[in-house]
């Protein structure tokens, strides 16, 4: 009896999980055409890194360290300096003056961006980053700072400008 049993409950587990194969059979497939057309990420992809700026255009990453002690690839490199009066780079007190992921180590497992504390490293959808040569792998917080777009005004300047009627 506990045989027949067993028969039937494994007879009824392949046929809910062939009734998985067939209902996807039924469905459009999908077909990426990358190369030759650009490819479609889902929204969590993690890609290359970007470095995030603040609305007034400052860099978000206050050189924390944080990311880089989550790192289990140990892949982050950090210089911090301080930001002066005339020179301000971040919103705190300090700034990652020198800010670079080797991505000869990276594993995009998001430890890094889930450690920051300022949402200042996010992943992006670059992932076109193969080479032959492994110093080319050595991305610089140049190549990851979010450019500042032409007519960018900081959030404080365009808010001054807004009550005085420009
Ligand atoms: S994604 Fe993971 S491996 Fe890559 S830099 Fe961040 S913490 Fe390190
Ligand atoms: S990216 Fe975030 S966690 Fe890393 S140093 Fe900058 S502020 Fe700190």
Redesign the pocket.
Known sequence: MALITQILSNAAAVAKGMSVTFKEMLQPSVTEDYPDAPPVFQERY?GV?VLQRDENGLEKCVGCFL??A???????YIEAAENTEEGRISGGERYASVYN???S?????????E?CPTDA?T?GHDFEIASYNTSTLVYRKEQMLTPLPADFKPLVVAEQEASHGH
Not at 70 to 76: L, M
Not at 105 to 113: E, L, M, S, T
């Open positions: 993690r890194h990311c880089a989550a790192c289990p690839s140990n892949c982050i992921i080797d991505y180590r990276c594993i995009f497992c998001g430890y890094c961006v450690a490293i992943h």
